[in-house]
């Protein structure tokens, strides 16, 4: 069970924004940055948001980032069929010195 | 081409041990956090263990005592030392390193190696 809880499959239509969402606490999403990773079967898994809000270049701007208290968010617009793969938020908790977290991966399906 | 390959993974029995490899390419490993992740089969990514570039490292509670992380500057490689494996362990290993642009972020991952604890 892990510390960041999301919710374990999302779906949506091509060219929908589709939102997943990442809950923790105040030791760890609450006190810190948020990243988040996509990672389809067999592929090395990517960063797509660093510093809860910031994309890597070469990211599109279909993805976005953002955090509100103690939960974080991943925001895919323009849903493209491609987009089908699994997302993990990322941070780490105060109360576990060094060690990363990632919560439980969210499945999106591209309808 | 900025990357990191793993190798060293295998099929190994309970108790045993095994060592990996994370080989880097276009950058020098002691400049960059590195850290080892693994996804056991159906199940999501969990992280393994971060060696710092002051040589800092820190273990998840489920390896700590048994999994051991190191480099070798000379070689450009971060090694992930295995012991007293379980069948829990089971699991791809993926090398990654710490992104340009936030040191915690996870920028550059391998495409894994898969380690199978069975006897």
């Known amino acids: 069970q892990s510390v960041l809880t999301q919710p374990p499959s999302a779906s949506g239509t091509p060219g929908q924004t589709v939102t997943i969402s990442c809950s923790g606490s105040s030791s760890n999403i609450g006190g810190t940055y948020v990243h988040w990773y996509q990672h389809l079967p067999g592929r090395a898994p990517k960063l797509l948001i660093y510093?809860?809000?910031q994309r890597p270049s070469g990211v599109p701007d279909r993805f976005s980032g953002s955090k509100s208290g103690t939960s974080a968010s991943l925001a895919i617009s323009g849903l493209q069929s491609e987009d089908e793969a699994d997302y993990y938020c990322?941070?780490?908790?105060?109360?576990?010195?060094?060690?990363?977290?990632f919560g439980g991966g969210t499945k999106l399906t591209v309808l | 081409e900025v990357q990191v390959v793993e190798s060293g993974g295998g099929l190994i029995q309970p108790g045993g041990s095994l060592r990996l490899s994370c080989a880097a390419s276009e950058f020098i490993v002691s400049t960059k956090y590195m850290n080892w992740v693994r996804q056991a089969p159906g199940k999501g990514l969990e992280w393994v263990s971060v060696i710092y570039t002051g040589g800092t490292t820190y273990y998840a509670d489920s390896v700590k005592g048994r999994f051991s992380i190191s480099r070798d500057n000379s070689k450009n490689t971060v090694y992930l030392q295995m012991n007293s494996l379980r069948a829990e362990d089971t699991a791809i290993y993926y090398c990654a390193s710490a992104s340009d642009y936030y040191s915690y972020a996870m920028g550059v991952w391998g495409q894994g190696t898969t380690v199978t604890v069975s006897s």
């Open positions: 510093g809860t809000n």
């Open positions: 990322s941070t780490w908790d105060d109360g576990l010195i060094g060690q990363v977290l």
